[in-house]
């Protein structure tokens, strides 16, 4: 997955300007507490913010690893974490991963990580093209795969399923009280092709409620979305197999965005301390501060959790 971003430039590893700001940066690499001698994965590495800013702590020859299921993001990231020239000498070994945070388990070791980041946004990247129709802001095609090589689409989702599934997935992963009317107009529309014409049949047939300020279709697109990258079940994946992953004493920081997410990961740290398999490192979750929210406004909705294995 990508990063929860801003479209402030930031400067790149050769000072390239990368259009982005990592949500909660700070607070991400205190908690994962990076010591030279350590591996580090960066479970959805997106355009390499964070990435960059633990292969500076890292130092050589100790190595990072950084996994995303976008192929645009990993070009970016792959650029945006080649040493400047006065960082050169002591680097990290970089290994970037096309892939699902969910394969984890399957491409590296047990106990092999000192640290595991995950950030659960979309990033700029993704929102701000229209072609990969993550945005209901622009025209553009019902894609929605973060994996251009996965199979479904968001076009076959909204013009295949039946009204039933439809409203199901509606209300389930948009929380969307107001599923099956929407459901409903998207069967009587079809066919729909383009993230405009979708946004238009929602709008129609759920007004905004006050005093809601966000688009009516804003919930509807989130849960087309996660049904398409199949989401919340790769997370609970990771969630699974990431004690494994860890070693003693290494960290999990993982940063939602929507409560859906936080309630999976709060619900697993909270069994694995039960378990005796983390310690807690935040009773509740970290939130952006005023200054980080005024900066990035998308930075809003962010919540951080983590813990150490034990």
């Known amino acids: 997955m990508g990063k929860g971003l801003s479209d402030t430039p930031e400067r790149g590893g050769h000072g390239e300007e990368v259009g982005h700001v990592p949500v909660l940066l700070k607070e991400a690499i205190d908690f994962l507490a ?4 350590g591996t580090y994965i960066d479970a959805t590495v997106g355009l390499g913010g964070h990435s960059y800013e633990i292969a500076k702590r890292l130092g050589a020859p100790e190595h990072l690893i950084g ?3 976008d192929p645009a993001a990993l070009e970016i990231a792959r650029t945006r974490l080649r040493p400047t020239p006065e960082l050169e000498g002591d680097w990290p070994q970089v290994t970037l991963v096309h ?6 388990e399957k491409r ?4 092999s990580a000192d640290g595991l980041l995950v950030d659960l ?3 700029s990247l993704q929102l701000g ?4 129709g993550f945005s209901f802001q622009a025209e553009g095609p019902l894609d929605m795969r973060m994996n251009p090589q996965s199979e479904l689409t968001a076009d076959q989702v909204v013009n295949q399923f039946d009204e039933r599934e439809l409203a199901d997935l509606i209300y389930e992963f948009g929380e969307e009280r107001r599923s099956r009317r929407i459901a409903r107009a ?3 529309s079809r066919p729909i092709r383009t993230t405009a014409q979708l946004a238009a049949v929602i709008s129609a047939a759920a007004r905004p409620m006050k ?3 966000i688009h009516p279709a804003t919930r509807t697109f989130q849960a087309l979305r996660i049904v398409v990258n199949r989401e919340l079940d790769d997370l609970r994946d990771l969630l699974s197999f990431a004690p494994q992953v860890l070693k003693p004493g290494g960290r999990l920081v993982v940063v939602s965005f929507h409560s859906l997410e936080d309630r999976i990961v709060k619900d697993a740290l909270r069994e694995g301390m039960k378990l005796g398999i983390y310690n807690l490192l935040t009773k509740k979750p970290v939130t952006p501060g005023r200054e980080e929210i005024q900066r990035n406004p998308r930075s809003r909705s962010a919540k951080l959790r983590a813990a150490e294995r034990v």
């Open 67 to 69: 996994v995303d299921k």
């Open 129 to 132: 093209n229209a072609t990969r």
């Open 99 to 104: 892939g699902s945070f969910a394969e984890i």
């Open 108 to 111: 590296f070791g047990a106990a």
């Open 186 to 188: 998207i069967v009587r």
């Open 121 to 123: 946004g979309l990033s």
């Open 34 to 37: 990076v010591r030279r001698g």
């Open 211 to 213: 005093p809601e300020r």
